[in-house]
T-cell receptor
């Protein structure tokens, strides 16, 4: 079983619509959570951290559900430039150097 | 450009040859990571350094793989006796001491073993 699992998609989203997707993690000792964004043939870049209370950054909202061991990302008012693969990342309590990535969820925003 | 720099960007090698990649992290970042990514997958952790010390190494890293960071600055990743299964994008990342959970990635070295 993979440590971090994501729906690969693609999620085809009309411009201006809202899209949301989840990521599940298997290890309850997971301590820190992040969403990274990766454009085609580019390196991953940090999108946002995910806090226990949930957090928002502009059109992006991240939530953490520790009881069910998943995190979510919601994108409002989707832009064409939001088309990318969104990678879920967790860090275990006893392994602070190791960012564990999911396989990514592809989002395609269409005009 | 003060980002993470990787060299070469592309490498094609014959099976059985040795290859070495270099990573220059962002200046003063004390942590340096190596990841491997194949098509349709997320980056897989290989190893990481804190300054010059190699603190963790993945079980994915066979004896043919070795990484060094001799002076706590740049790092090299060597693959000996390459196999076709080694074909992948090798990504290096670094993070600052103050916020070591935020990793900044280089553009990667794409390795093709023929």
């Amino acid at each position: 079983r993979k440590e971090v699992e994501q729906d690969p998609g693609p999620f085809n989203v009309p411009e201006g619509a809202t899209v949301a997707f989840n990521c599940t993690y298997s290890n309850s000792a997971s301590q820190s959570f992040f969403w990274y964004r990766q454009d085609c043939r580019k390196e991953p870049k940090l999108l946002m951290s995910v806090y226990s209370s949930g957090n928002e950054d502009g059109r992006f909202t991240a939530q953490l559900n520790r009881a069910s061991q998943y995190i979510s990302l919601l994108i409002r008012d989707s832009k064409l430039s939001d088309s990318a693969t969104y990678l879920c990342v967790v860090i275990l309590t006893d392994s602070w150097g190791k960012l564990q990535f999911g396989a990514g969820t592809q989002v395609v925003v269409t005009p | 450009d003060t980002g993470v720099s990787q060299d070469p960007r592309h490498k094609i090698t014959k099976r059985g040859q040795n290859v070495t990649f270099r990573c220059d992290p962002i200046s003063e970042h004390n942590r340096l990571y190596w990841y491997r990514q194949t098509l349709g997958q997320g980056p897989e952790f290989l190893t990481y350094f804190q300054n010059e010390a190699q603190l963790e190494k993945s079980r994915l890293l066979s004896d043919r793989f070795s990484a060094e960071r001799p002076k706590g600055s740049f790092s090299t990743l060597e693959i000996q006796r390459t196999e076709q299964g080694d074909s992948a994008m090798y990504l290096c990342a670094s993070s600052p001491k103050q916020k070591n959970t935020e990793a900044f990635f280089g553009q990667g070295t794409r390795l093709t073993v023929v």
